[in-house]
């Protein structure tokens, strides 16, 4: 068995998945979304103390599995600096008790496999990241070729519904609480400006539609708020739909898949739903309990790596909090 880490951000979670099949024998996950509400988004500092106390928490449940553990795998990057050092030190530490392993996995990548969690991996792939800290389009062939062909060149789609939930005084995290404000909103009463259409460049970036929602914001009543989050949502997600077009166009999808946290989103889902149909592309998603960030899903990459042994040692193993893929 795997036993696996993930602090990249705000959630401390720990699993042990089992090597020959994949299996996931324990999972367990403490979210930090209540502390840090009050803040309106993550406060590093105090993400790291939380994690230094849920973590060791976790691991005391999984003492029944050491005997059985074949090595332990970290989120090592990218994220947060002072909440990967908690996670990658008690790998490092569980490595030396154990005398097993130490296998450093790329959360991004963690994320394309959370796709298979107790399944068979499916490749070729494209890939739509969307979460807190990217947005990305991904041609996957295997664990080691991965070319990104799109990505954010600012805020990404996830961050920028945290910023608007934010704007309104909604609290933390905003995915979800704009989309259920949206529910009720008229998604064509302000005309927000997709960003990037007079340019041919497969990118996306929303600081200027975050700073025309804050126009309306400051300009509306909290009466509008329903209608000014149901067409940002509505303006946000058609900025990926029209970066994608233009992509399918050159490239037509066969197997294309949404993950990161804001894949949750069932409005974002219903939208590449419809583009793909003139392509019969087949859709694959996360479960949504998977879908944030989560160790099921880097133990999911660690047994790959333990197979091809792709072992870190305890002196070159260390954070890189803005690496990409």
């Known amino acids: 068995m795997i036993l696996s880490i993930e602090s990249s951000c705000d959630d401390s979670a720990i699993a042990i998945t089992e090597i020959s099949t994949c299996r996931l024998l324990f999972h367990k996950k403490i979210s930090q979304e209540l502390e840090h509400s009050a803040y309106g988004g993550v406060v590093p500092e105090l993400a790291a103390r939380l994690h230094a106390e849920a973590l060791p928490k976790i691991l005391e449940e999984c003492k029944p599995y050491f005997d059985k553990l074949k090595a332990v795998a970290v989120t090592s990057s990218p994220g947060l600096a002072v909440t990967l050092i908690e996670g990658v030190t008690m790998a490092k530490a569980i490595s030396v008790a154990l005398s097993i ?43 080691h070729k991965i070319t990104t062909v799109a990505k954010s060149m600012d805020d990404s789609f996830g961050e920028s519904f945290d910023k608007v939930a934010k704007m309104m005084g909604l ?94 989103n069932l409005y974002l889902r219903s939208q590449i739903e419809t583009l793909l149909k003139p392509h019969a592309a087949s859709l694959l998603l996360s479960e949504l ?37």
């Open 289 to 325: 309990k998977y879908c944030s960030d989560n160790a099921a899903m880097i133990g999911r990459v660690a047994v790959e790596m333990y197979n091809q042994e792709m072992f870190s040692s305890l002196d070159t193993l260390d954070i890189t909090p803005r690496s990409q893929l």
């Open 101 to 143: 392993p130490l296998i450093g996995v790329n959360h991004l990548i963690g994320h394309i496999y959370s796709l298979f969690i107790e399944k068979e991996t499916q490749f070729p792939l494209t890939v739509l990241l969307v979460s807190g800290g990217h947005t990305q389009v991904m041609e996957v062939e295997s664990l």
């Open 171 to 264: 609290g933390y995290p905003g995915g979800p609480l704009i989309e259920k404000l949206a529910m009720d909103g008229d998604r064509k009463k302000y005309n927000f400006t997709i960003p990037l259409m007079q340019t041919p460049k497969l990118a996306f970036s929303y600081s200027g539609l975050k700073n025309a929602v804050r126009l309306a914001v400051e300009n509306g009543t909290k009466e509008d708020y329903k209608d000014i989050a149901a067409s940002f949502e509505h303006v946000a997600t058609a900025h990926i739909i029209h970066k994608l077009k233009k992509y399918f166009a050159i490239t037509p999808p066969k197997n294309f898949a949404i993950v990161g946290g804001a894949s949750a």
